[in-house]
């Protein structure tokens, strides 16, 4: 186990070919709990903490957090841990990075849950209401976060907007991931980045590629399927049920349908 505040890396643990999980705005690594533990049985599990969101300080001033901008932050991360290549895998804004990792050819695969960033315009704004009004909610009960948690009813009807079965959170990281939606400091910085960045070079990336999204997301739209004609190769799975953050709502499918996907890409 790894948790230190001068680094963004929250967890390490496992054996195998390197997996780097990265979350979505607004959370943190202990939104990847439910799973790392599995994903562990078969690889060298990297969980972060994004800059500006859980423990991880912003930023430097003057660099927007568009997603390049985050994805050369876990690269330094990578290179400071002595890793070349590696798999990667991210929901919602951490797909969106994952994406843009696989465009400079050093993952080995790229598994991307609910990625943002081929939305309409009309469908950035509804986006960045959403969570704008999410962020604020968090910051007038983040106070009352021990009982929030606590409450399967208050945990359930707080977390409905991204988890289809939000009460399967535990009460711990209940707690601790709406502490982290009201206090990060990149959170309005990287919001406002999402409205204006727009993926590129996606006909590059060269390495296997798996998009996921539950078929009860209300966040990002159709936006994740858009990615199939852009990306050469890439598959596209619906996940039957689930919302946007689908990780503890069906922790078992998803462990194993990322193993599943990282041993086929290491067996090509």
Known sequence: MLDTSESLV???????EPLVLLHGVGESSVGWRPVQDALGEQHDVIVLDLPGFGNAPPLPAGVPPTAPALADAVERELDALGIATFHVAGYSLGGRIAIELGTRGRTRSVLA??????????ER???????MTGHALAGMIAPAAPWVSSSTLARSLFF????SRPWQLTSPDAARLLV??????????TVWAALWDVPR????IACPVLV???????????????????VPGSRFRWLPGLSHVPISDDPELVASLMLEFTKAAEAR
């Open 160 to 163: 409905a907007m991204e988890r």
């Open 180 to 189: 982290d939606l009201a206090a990060a400091p990149g959170y309005e910085a």
């Open 113 to 122: 849950i609910a990625p943002d960033g081929l939305g309409s315009p009309v």
């Open 212 to 230: 996921m999204q539950g078929t009860a997301d209300p966040l990002v739209s159709m936006q994740a399927p858009r990615y199939l004609p852009l």
């Open 10 to 16: 929250r967890h390490r643990a496992g054996d195998g």
């Open 125 to 131: 704004v509804y986006q960045a209401v959403t969570l």
């Open 201 to 204: 070079r996606l006909q590059e």
